[in-house]
């Protein structure tokens, strides 16, 4: 247990669903990102958030969208999306922006 | 892209120690070396980081080389519960001002062997 917890661990939803994806710390760090995992390719990085603002956008598509609402907790709401977006959906934190702890994840299939 | 460039595979019999290179020969001064793993389906791991001194946690030991280009991780007495993928990452330290990105690689596929 890294104090990093996601829901749900497994999602599988149509191209015309809305769904969200939810991360919570309890490690008292003040940032938090999230990170793309698809087969056979490294970790991608997606979104930071330092103290509930977003510092770090990787030219993610706008049917990814984040929200921080405090230091703790963090979604992903995703609508639209596409097949080749099924991946590992990984949330991560940290103190001060130093080493990162990640999550286990969301394996996300769109059907 | 990465920076470094890590052996794609690696064993290791139960019990001995596990020693996983890392080449990183273009690291700058300000840049700290970081390795992670990832157990399969898990999320990754963080294990150690430094910038030039040999570093040692419950986890691991971290050797640089004096000139900065390489290093090795050790895990001293590898279990099988240490098979995972070895991600060795170099970066600035974020309060230096650069990225929150962490840049995985392929990382050295370690297995343990009975």
């Known amino acids: 247990e890294t104090g990093v917890t996601q829901t749900p661990r497994h999602l599988v939803m149509g191209m015309t669903n809305k769904k969200s994806l939810k991360c919570e710390q309890h490690?008292?760090?003040?940032?938090m990102y999230w990170y793309k995992q698809s087969a056979k390719k490294p970790l991608e990085l997606m979104f930071v958030?330092?103290?509930?603002?977003?510092?770090e956008n990787n030219s993610v598509p706008s049917r990814f969208s984040p929200e921080c609402p405090n230091s703790s907790h963090l979604f992903l709401h995703l609508h639209t999306l596409q097949p080749e977006d099924s991946a590992l959906y990984l949330c991560?934190?940290?103190?001060?922006?130093?080493?990162?702890?990640f999550g286990p994840g969301t394996r996300l299939t769109v059907t | 892209d990465a920076k470094t460039t890590q052996p794609t595979s690696m064993d290791c019999a139960e019990g001995r120690a596990a020693n996983l290179p890392c080449n990183h020969s273009?690291?700058?001064?300000?840049?700290?070396v970081y390795w992670y793993r990832q157990i399969h389906s898990q999320g990754p791991q963080y294990i150690i980081h430094?910038?030039?001194n040999n570093e040692t946690n419950e986890m691991a030991s971290l050797i640089i080389t004096e000139d900065r280009k390489s290093s090795t991780l050790i895990l001293p007495h590898a279990t099988l519960r240490d098979t995972a993928v070895y991600y060795c990452?170099?970066?600035?330290?974020?309060?230096?001002?650069?990225?929150?990105?962490?840049?995985f690689g392929k990382g050295t596929k370690l297995t343990v062997n009975p």
């Open positions: 273009t690291i700058s001064g300000n840049e700290y």
């Open positions: 991560a934190s940290s103190l001060d922006r130093v080493e990162q702890y």
């Open positions: 490690l008292g760090h003040n940032a």
């Open positions: 958030y330092n103290f509930k603002e977003q510092t």
């Open positions: 990452i170099v970066r600035p330290e974020a309060f230096q001002g650069g990225s929150e990105k962490l840049v």
């Open positions: 430094g910038l030039k």
